[in-house]
């Protein structure tokens, strides 16, 4: 999944899933040490504070997402995020996103499609397939426009990127860093990302403020950790020495893929994440 919120600027879009690619609630394997959670999530997002001059008076909106597959078959999320972000004198801007998302557990192939309205405008889709083929990987995109391009072939994709995240919090690292693409904005863009992991949380510690996750009996036994992942615009260049994170997303990451307590950081405003609704799904296993 595509993590979500990607822009800002787009009323709080994942401009992934996610994904949720994104994400947020992402399952794989392979490098984790064991099987990840098929799972239905809702959150329920609301506006922490607003700071800088680009003020934001109030934000609202929820998350849907579902996720399914194993690591023999690959790795299927599905997202919605409806969103409302008020700017103040009767300045509301309402986002519509789908997204829909395949990755290969091996990490080989990715196929993602996004769908965003904004208001009453046109939808603006993404859809795209990401091939790893030796050292690169070709990306062919069908919309918005046409196009075949190659990034690195160190870059990651969406479930990747948490595999590694659990990986290095498993072996008590506390950074990492990682390049990602998960076909959002125009389906061309790719991200820098800082990992910051703190010391882990036993799953008989009970949380602070609970939510169905931490009361699930699927749950109750994961090891969790303290995240917060920074995204860089690769394109962008830092300024004295120094480069600004597009957004931060924080939250706790459980051993099995799935997230809580969510935090985004758009420098201007602060955006919660709060997990109302958690159901854990059937899956089949691998013969």
Same mark, same amino acid.
């Given at each position: 999944?595509?993590?979500?919120?990607?822009?800002?600027?787009?009323?709080?879009?994942?401009?992934?899933?996610?994904?949720?690619?994104?994400?947020?609630?992402? $399952?794989?394997?392979?490098?984790?040490? $064991?099987?990840?959670?098929?799972?239905?999530?809702?959150?329920?997002? /609301?506006?922490?504070?607003?700071?800088?001059?680009?003020?934001? /008076?109030?934000?609202?909106?929820?998350?849907?997402?579902? @996720?399914?597959?194993?690591?023999?078959?690959?790795?299927?999320?599905?997202?919605?995020?409806?969103?409302?972000?008020?700017?103040?004198?009767?300045?509301?801007?309402?986002?519509?996103?789908?997204?829909?998302?395949?990755?290969?557990?091996?990490?080989?192939?990715?196929?993602?499609?996004?769908?965003?309205?904004?208001?009453?405008?046109?939808?603006?889709?993404?859809?795209?397939?990401?091939?790893?083929?030796?050292?690169?990987?070709?990306?062919?995109?069908?919309?918005?426009?046409?196009?075949?391009?190659?990034?690195?072939?160190?870059?990651? @994709?969406?479930?990747?990127?948490?595999?590694?995240?659990?990986?290095?919090?498993?072996?008590?690292?506390?950074?990492?860093?990682?390049?990602?693409?998960?076909?959002? +904005?125009?389906?061309?863009?790719?991200?820098?990302?800082?990992?910051?992991?703190?010391?882990?949380?036993?799953?008989?510690?009970?949380?602070?403020?609970?939510?169905?996750?931490?009361? /699930?009996?699927?749950?109750?036994?994961?090891?969790?950790?303290?995240?917060?992942? /920074?995204?860089?615009?690769? +394109?962008?260049?830092?300024?004295?020495?120094?480069?600004?994170?597009?957004?931060?997303?924080?939250?706790?990451?459980?051993?099995?893929?799935?997230?809580?307590?969510?935090?985004?950081?758009?420098?201007? @405003?602060?955006?919660?994440?709060?997990?109302?609704? @958690?159901?854990?799904?059937?899956?089949?296993?691998?013969?």
């Amino acid at each position: 999944m595509i993590l979500p919120f990607r822009n800002p600027s787009r009323a709080l879009v994942l401009t992934i899933a996610v994904a949720a690619g994104a994400g947020l609630v992402h $399952g794989a394997a392979a490098a984790a040490g $064991g099987p990840f959670l098929a799972h239905q999530a809702l959150y329920d997002l /609301s506006l922490v504070k607003s700071r800088g001059s680009n003020s934001v /008076s109030d934000a609202r909106g929820r998350i849907l997402y579902n @996720f399914s597959g194993s690591s023999c078959e690959g790795y299927t999320s599905e997202f919605r995020q409806v969103s409302e972000l008020d700017s103040g004198e009767g300045k509301v801007t309402l986002s519509d996103l789908r997204s829909s998302s395949w990755e290969d557990a091996s990490g080989k192939s990715y196929r993602f499609k996004i769908d965003t309205r904004m208001n009453d405008s046109d939808s603006s889709p993404v859809d795209g397939i990401a091939e790893r083929v030796g050292d690169h990987i070709t990306v062919k995109l069908t919309q918005p426009v046409k196009k075949t391009f190659n990034l690195d072939g160190k870059i990651v @994709f969406p479930t990747e990127q948490i595999q590694h995240i659990i990986a290095a919090a498993r072996d008590g690292k506390a950074v990492l860093e990682q390049t990602v693409y998960d076909g959002s +904005d125009n389906g061309e863009k790719v991200y820098n990302t800082l990992t910051v992991i703190g010391r882990p949380i036993a799953g008989d510690r009970a949380p602070s403020s609970p939510d169905p996750s931490t009361a /699930s009996d699927a749950m109750k036994t994961m090891t969790r950790w303290p995240v917060t992942v /920074s995204y860089y615009d690769s +394109d962008a260049r830092a300024k004295d020495g120094e480069q600004t994170p597009v957004y931060a997303m924080s939250f706790e990451l459980y051993e099995n893929g799935v997230s809580r307590a969510l935090v985004l950081d758009y420098n201007d @405003f602060v955006i919660s994440g709060a997990l109302d609704k @958690f159901d854990v799904r059937d899956s089949k296993p691998c013969k």
